[in-house]
């Protein structure tokens, strides 16, 4: 091979960034490779999905406080209005929400020309970052396709059964979207539900092939022409996804899955904290798994504005004890993050303010609470959790089977907090009315309404939103939006950085490879 | 029927309802079409220049030979997955039928053209049928042509948008602290982080350390970037002498710390721990590192121990359990595991000792007795069980205690399957009644159960489970036994 030349190409997608092109230079090797850019950055995974398949958006923004993808997203905007349209009213919260529509409205204006007169498709647009709501990606999932995310992990909109599934010797890989018909009747259903549903479906099934007993030669060569097909390639699916449920069941039932639930539905109302300290202090002397231990220590700092000193220290060094000393950086990590902090009773907001105002006088980075929101942020769950009633009440029994509002997802024990502030943003075209909350959330929210008047936006356009989830969106706030539009005659379309859970974002802060 | 069984099976899994599966070896895999398209258009992008010089792909093949043309249509593109088999063989061994492999219906390119109704509405296609579809789809950027329009004259916010837009630009002519300034103020407001950390590296390499340290030191957004920018570029000497200048100690401490994950050999590792020792941490985590010292470095001592006693053949527990993985760098609770199994009855003096570990590093009782109770039962060393829960009190009785709750003791012996004559003895030290009983009934301990109910005096419990037992067996008999006493008042 000596003696030839060679070209090499160098395609970066979804974008090129100065520092890559920094370090070909520093090696020497710039003018020999040849860089170019593939801005591909728009997956639509299923009927209402679209991902930008960047886990990495998650770490880089909320850990690293890196704003590199922004520019991304802007782009991803940009291009679905040039598309479909311009958005006839804009909603968000959230510090990058903020800076996305600031970097977005700058393309839109660059050019007006685009789109000038055109009628909107899409009414509302929501922009959201994922810290407004660390709770509802830290929760077990229990809706069916949350459920196989957590245990198979669905990856690019597929994944891999393994043959305890398959009920044969091989694996198989799935696409999982709403052309799966069984699946796209089971994927929003809480688990309970779906069991049942998968059996009765196959007794039908198994009704259907009866059928073909009594028919004639006519009847049945109809039959096995237009219909049998359709009842075979039905049959497979179902039989996958039978073979699915038992595998869950299986692993749930060995993980005591029902103590687990108990233990995350108390944190999240907010009694018997003792208990649950004490069942996670267990969890981790017994060395269930690192990554499930870490989640629920994240969910009870959330949830209790930060974990009293003693039971950090504790925690923490049985953590250490039973997972790796190096988990120390993990600890270091979350702490930044906001998601595992300690509570410190002497450092109200106005404290750490003055502590810091002297370094801070930056007047390009904004306000000052912007410039340490890492440091200033507080979590009041609970006070938001009253003001959003976010914990419907006990009094009569939930019915998982015909779902009354969207805290079916959990069970009936939690409503998701993302989707509570987009049904009520929506309700109000706006944020009046929600100040209080909007302040328990560390503020940065913006509405921009009527950018098209109303009279000139189709009514089909203004029930259809596109929600944007900055950081990444779990299934269970999928369905539960899904099931918002069912009930409010909205249509929902969800546009992610990418699919994300609990377990990713605990292997996101983790500095140890698990 | 003259049909062979293959176009049997073909003629029932056409279908026109679609579901998509991938299989291993299906040449029609569907794939990003789109992406393939766009890779295998590079041809037409590549310089003009380029038509005297071969193309050769990966493998070595030179691209449009015939060797490369032949693997090109073989592969079936997508994920390889392993196992591939010929078709046949597959369908006959496996009783599991293929699904049928049609390509998804979600085209990509009739997204980007825009003409697939998002959300299914009614379209509004008349009204802008007149416009032409302009393709959206992403397309390799021509390497030239952009690029070349740059003149020198651009002012601050102009270089800014060139910056944003990805366009060649030249930030030399910001000779100034004041333009330089002012230039990162720029890029930081249009919030885009490679446009700031492109203005860092050309301020990184014209300003002196100490004075970009200094006016970053008031600019939050854009010290983040340099952080992660050194961070990602290995630049570890910076990045500590930036934490030094902030005097943020524990990030120093804790950055440094990290060093150490790179360092496989243990020896170094070990060295290399002890030197973080005095690193400005925080007084908790000064603490934990000391410990990882400490751990690494018995770690070490145990292991050439115990391989050399492995490989001598003289010791029973290696011989009859040889060990599956080295005990370095595995974390505390794991070491005391290994301890436990391999070394329980060293005395205190020993560094494998689980005594030692424990008093070393203060391992509280629960984690303790957990963790020896595991090793323990899975040695089914029944009496060592026993010993770890008793306890003489003062007058020299015997009596048992556990610091986690003794459901959680039957479990860990059920779990390692433990006879059930021991499980009954820690069954009914299980103090909540109802716990007791769904034990004992769940793991089959019928005498705890007749006990309990008996106890409880509950006869038509004891009735019912009477049906439960063996006919003719021990229980039966107890049971019978109990309910024909006339002592016991029952209570039903």
């Known amino acids: 091979m000596a003696g030839r030349t060679r070209r090499y190409k160098v395609i970066f997608s979804p974008q090129k960034f100065y520092a890559c092109e920094m370090v070909l230079e520093e090696e020497g090797i710039y003018g020999d490779v040849s860089c170019d850019e593939w801005a591909f950055s728009l997956l639509p995974l299923d009927v209402d999905l679209l991902s930008m398949e960047l886990p990495e958006f998650f770490r880089d923004y909320f850990l690293e406080g890196n704003q590199r993808w922004i520019n991304t997203v802007a782009q991803a905007l940009h291009l679905l209005s040039n598309l479909y349209g311009p958005f006839a009213n804009c909603y968000g919260i959230g510090r990058c929400a903020k800076m996305v529509y600031e970097t977005w409205r700058e393309l839109e204006e660059e050019e007006e020309g685009e789109i000038k007169g055109r009628k909107p498709e899409i009414g509302h647009i929501f922009l959201l970052d994922r810290d407004v709501d660390f709770v509802t990606a830290l929760c077990s999932q229990v809706v069916y396709e949350g459920l196989v995310d957590d245990t198979f992990r669905i990856k690019c909109g597929s994944v891999d059964f393994g043959p305890d599934v398959t009920s044969s010797d091989k694996s198989l890989k799935v696409l999982l979207n709403a052309q799966d018909k069984v699946f796209n009747e089971i994927r929003n259903e809480h688990f309970s539900n779906v069991f049942g549903f998968l059996s009765q479906k196959a007794r039908n099934l198994q009704a259907q092939y009866d059928r073909r007993r009594g028919m004639d030669i006519k009847q049945m060569k109809n039959f096995v022409s237009q219909e049998l097909k359709g009842l075979k390639q039905e049959h497979q699916l179902l039989s996958l996804h039978i073979g699915a449920c038992e595998s869950i069941m299986k692993k749930k039932t060995k993980q005591d899955f029902q103590e687990l639930i108990k233990t995350e539905h108390a944190l999240l109302e907010g009694f018997n904290i003792r208990e649950s300290t004490s069942y996670i202090e267990e969890h981790i002397d017994r060395q269930v798994s690192p990554i499930e231990s870490l989640r629920l220590m994240c969910l009870l700092s959330i949830t209790e504005n930060g974990l009293v000193p003693k039971d950090y220290r504790s925690l923490k060094t049985q953590y250490l004890q039973s997972y790796g000393p190096e988990h120390l950086l993990t600890f270091s990590n979350l702490r930044r993050t906001g998601l595992l902090t300690e509570q410190v009773p002497g450092d109200t907001l106005t404290a750490v303010e003055n502590k810091v105002s002297k370094l801070v006088t930056d007047k390009a980075a904004g306000k000052l609470t912007d410039a340490f929101s890492s440091l200033a942020k507080r979590s009041n769950f609970r006070g938001i959790s009253k003001k959003l009633g976010l914990i419907p009440r006990g009094d009569s029994e939930y019915d998982l089977k015909v779902p009354r509002d969207m805290a079916y997802v959990f069970s009936g024990a939690y409503v998701p907090l993302s989707c509570r502030i987009i049904e009520q943003v929506l309700e109000r075209r706006g944020w009046l009315g929600l100040e209080e909350v909007v302040r328990l959330l560390n503020g940065n929210e913006f509405a921009v309404t009527d950018m098209i008047p109303e009279e000139n936006a189709p009514s089909d356009s203004l029930r259809l939103v596109l929600v944007v989830f900055l950081g990444g969106c779990t299934f269970s706030e999928i369905s539960a939006l899904r099931f918002l539009g069912r009930e409010r005659g909205y249509r929902f379309i969800f546009l992610t950085t990418a699919v994300t859970n609990s377990a990713r974002l605990m292997e996101a802060m983790s500095e140890v490879k698990t | ?492």
Request: charged share 30%.
């Open chain 2, 1 to 492: 029927m003259n049909r062979t069984k293959v176009d049997e099976e073909e003629y029932w899994h056409s279908s026109k309802f679609k579901a998509f599966t991938f299989d291993d070896d299906d040449d029609e895999l569907s794939q990003l079409k789109e992406s393939k398209r766009a890779v295998n258009s590079l041809r037409d992008i590549v310089d003009d220049d380029d038509d005297d010089l071969e193309r050769v792909s990966w493998s070595g093949e030179p691209v449009g030979s015939i060797s490369w043309s032949i693997k090109e249509t073989a592969s079936s593109g997508g994920p390889t997955l392993e196992g591939r088999e010929p078709l046949k063989t597959r369908n006959s061994l496996s009783s599991y039928p293929p699904l049928p492999k049609p390509v998804s219906s979600y085209s990509l390119s009739s997204f980007f053209k825009g003409r697939s109704r998002i959300g299914s509405l009614q379209s509004l296609s008349d009204a802008l049928s007149d416009v032409p579809p302009k393709n959206y789809a992403p397309e390799l950027r021509r390497p030239k042509g952009e690029y070349k329009d740059y003149s020198s004259d651009w002012s601050l916010s102009d270089t800014v948008r060139r910056l944003q837009k990805g366009k060649v630009c030249s930030l030399e002519r910001f000779r100034s602290l004041q333009e330089k300034l002012q230039l990162l103020e720029e890029a930081v407001s249009v919030h885009d982080g490679n446009v700031i950390t492109a203005v860092l590296i050309f301020l990184k390499r014209t300003l002196s350390k100490e004075i970009l340290f200094r006016e970053l030191e008031v600019r939050q957004v854009a010290l983040r970037h340099l952080i992660h920018f050194l961070k990602e570029t290995g630049d570890q000497k910076m990045l500590l002498d930036l934490f030094r200048y902030l005097d943020r100690t524990e990030e120093l401490a804790l950055s440094q710390y990290q060093e150490h994950l790179s360092i496989q050999d243990p020896e170094k590792r070990k060295e290399f721990l002890k030197s973080c020792i005095g690193l400005p941490f925080s007084v908790e985590d000064a603490a934990h590192v000391q410990d990882h010292y400490t751990l690494l470095e018995r770690q070490i001592i145990i292991e050439v121990n115990d391989r050399h006693l492995e490989s001598a053949g003289q010791t029973e527990i290696f011989r009859k359990h040889p060990r599956k993985a080295s005990i370095l760098n595995m974390p505390l609770v794991t070491t005391l595991f290994y301890s436990c199994f391999y070394h329980y009855t060293e005395p205190e003096g020993t560094f494998s000792s689980p005594i030692n570990l424990k008093k070393t590093f203060k391992i509280p009782d629960k984690q303790y007795v957990l963790t020896a109770l595991a090793a323990r039962a899975k040695l089914r060393a029944w009496q060592d069980v026993d010993a770890l829960f008793t306890t003489k009190n003062w007058l020299g009785y015997t009596r048992k205690r556990a610091p986690i709750g003794f459901h959680r003791v039957v479990e860990i012996l059920h779990k390692n399957n433990a006879p059930v004559q021991v499980l009954q003895e820690y069954i009914r030290l299980v103090e909540d009644v109802d716990t007791k009983l769904n034990l004992a009934t769940k793991f089959k301990c019928h005498d705890v159960v007749i006990e309990t109910y008996r106890d409880l005096k509950d006869r038509q419990q004891l009735l019912a489970y009477r049906c439960k037992v063996d006919k003719a067996s021990a229980e039966e008999e107890k049971i019978d036994s109990i309910l024909s006493s006339t002592q016991i008042r029952w209570k039903n």
